[in-house]
Structures are given as structure tokens and as C-alpha cells.
T-cell receptor
């Protein structure tokens, strides 16, 4: 199974809402990632988890809060987002951070 | 900041033609990866080429790596309409994977 799943596929939220994005992989990968991607741009790294511990936070605003409940799951909690946070949010996993990353289909987020 | 730069930014060809995309990077690497992204979807890994390799093939894909020039190219032969997508090169640096700006390929039927 080389699949990374993400839910929901689409999300519309207001600036006062709290929502969560979920990501799951069953490949036994030890590293998991959150990326943000704007239209016609490459993915931008947000967070890296290694062995269920946060190893990289790319100076992401605190309104984005990652969580890794276990080695297969990765969440991204959203609170008080801004319209400029509207983007495609991608989750990925890999056995080693320098090797191939496997991406989920993404969550298309619209903040109103 | 993004390490990789790709050119062209956009490429439009006819079905059956070959498409070549180039990627340049700044720092030393132990591998370089190419990914494809169909519109609004996740990225799909195509090929990983290691720093001690000069060329690698996978089906209709051929990747070259020139570490002296810090550049790589992706060749898609006999293109199909289904190859229409954005193509990104990516280089690892520590626990980070840095993506180039991407090439948008359009294959016209």
C-alpha cells in the first residue's frame, strides 16, 4: 500500500471556525510532512514530523497547529485563519527525509 | 527559499513530440527527484537520480544529472495528452525537500 490519504478533500471555513485536516499512511514511514501550495507555485514546507516528534516548523503562524497522534496519522488543526491561508494543503510521508516522498491528494481549503 | 529553478516555465507541444524540462540547483546534493502534479491534485514521484548517476530511465522518461553544472533534465518521449501536468524537480537538504518553480506542460491532442 503506497497510498497517503487525506480528508476532507474540500473545506470552506470562516475566520472564526476551528477545523482539522487529517492525513494517514500505512507504509511504515517514519517521516511525515505538511505542505501549503498556492496556485501555480511549488509546495512550501510547513512542518516535518520524524518518529512522531515535530522536527521542523518553518515559522508557521500559530493558527496552524500540527499533531501526530501515532506513526500513521498526522493532523493539522486550524483556528482563526485568514483569507490568505486559502490554498491546497498537502500531506506527505517518506521512509527517510532525503528520499522519495509520497503525497496525498490534498485538501483544498477556502477561508471566507 | 526555493533552491531549484526550472525552465521553461511553460511548454506546449503536440501529442507524439518529445518534451524536455530543465532544473538547476545551487548546493551539493546526494539525489535529485522529479515529481508530476496534475491540476489541483497531489504530487506523484517520477524518478530519483543519485549524485553518482548520470542518467536514469523509466518508461518514456529519461532523467540526466550533471553535478558539475548543478543541473538536471527530464525528457518525456512520445508525449500523450495525459502527460499534461506540472513537473517539479526537488532536492533534499537535511530533512527538507526543496522544490523548483515547476514547468507547466501542455500536450495538445
Amino acid at each position: 500500500d503506497t497510498e497517503v490519504t487525506q480528508t476532507p478533500k474540500h473545506l470552506v471555513m470562516g475566520m472564526t471556525n476551528k477545523k482539522s485536516l487529517k492525513c494517514e499512511q500505512h507504509m511504515g514511514h517514519r517521516a511525515m510532512y505538511w505542505y501549503k501550495q498556492k496556485a501555480k507555485k511549488p509546495p512550501e514546507l510547513m512542518f516535518v514530523y520524524s518518529y512522531e516528534k515535530l522536527s521542523i516548523n518553518e515559522s508557521v503562524p500559530s493558527r496552524f497547529s500540527p499533531e501526530c497522534p501515532n506513526s500513521s496519522l498526522l493532523n493539522l488543526h486550524l483556528h482563526a485563519l485568514q483569507p490568505e491561508d486559502s490554498a491546497l494543503y498537502l500531506c506527505a510521508s517518506s521512509q527517510d527525509p532525503s528520499e522519495t516522498q509520497y503525497f496525498g491528494p490534498g485538501t483544498r481549503l477556502l477561508v471566507l | 527559499s526555493q533552491q531549484g529553478e526550472e525552465d521553461p516555465q511553460a511548454l506546449s507541444i503536440q501529442e507524439g513530440e518529445n518534451a524536455t524540462m530543465n532544473c538547476s540547483y545551487k548546493t551539493s546534493i546526494n539525489n535529485l527527484q522529479w515529481y508530476r502534479q496534475n491540476s489541483g491534485r497531489g504530487l506523484v514521484h517520477l524518478i530519483l537520480i543519485r549524485s553518482n548517476e548520470r542518467e536514469k530511465h523509466s518508461g518514456r522518461l529519461r532523467v540526466t544529472l550533471d553535478t558539475s553544472k548543478k543541473s538536471s533534465s527530464l525528457l518525456i518521449t512520445a508525449s500523450r495528452a495525459a502527460d499534461t501536468a506540472s513537473y517539479f524537480c526537488a532536492t533534499p537538504s537535511g530533512s527538507r525537500l526543496t522544490f523548483g518553480e515547476g514547468t507547466q506542460l501542455t500536450v495538445n491532442p
